[in-house]
């Protein structure tokens, strides 16, 4: 079982920035891939980045890429979204995710989600 709790989340103007956090819980913290996931109001959940057991490897949704930089640390039992140049779009409550990081579509399986934290960006 891992735990996974959010902080970080608030609001900011459009062009701002914003570094989402997510602890986890419990000593395997290397056995899981890592990723954030959004949902905005009236719609689905969607992927927005996700990072390997050892950090090697990374995917980012084209919706962020280039703007959001997701990093672990496992040391601390950690992951990070900095969340730069951010728009209204991008308001939504960001979901933190222990699962599984795969070479195919879909990219990450999620074994735990955490709570979530909202984010929203004014315009």
């Known amino acids: 079982q891992v735990q996974l709790v959010e902080s970080g989340g608030g609001l900011v103007q459009a062009g701002g920035s914003l570094r989402l956090s997510c602890a986890a819980s419990?000593?395997?913290?290397?056995?899981?891939?890592m990723g954030w996931f959004r949902q905005a109001p009236g719609k689905e959940r969607e992927f927005v980045a996700a990072?390997?057991?050892?950090?090697?490897?990374?995917y980012y949704a084209d919706s962020v890429k280039g703007r959001f930089t997701i990093s672990r640390d496992n040391a601390k039992n950690t992951v990070y979204l900095q969340m730069n140049s951010l728009k209204p779009e991008d308001t939504a409550v960001y979901y933190c995710?222990?699962?599984?990081?795969?070479?195919?579509?879909?990219?990450?399986?999620?074994?735990?989600w955490g709570q979530g934290t909202q984010v929203t960006v004014s315009s």
């Open positions: 995710a222990a699962g599984s990081y795969r070479s195919y579509s879909p990219i990450f399986v999620t074994a735990y």
């Open positions: 419990g000593r395997t913290f290397t056995s899981y891939a």
């Open positions: 990072i390997s057991r050892g950090g090697i490897s990374i």
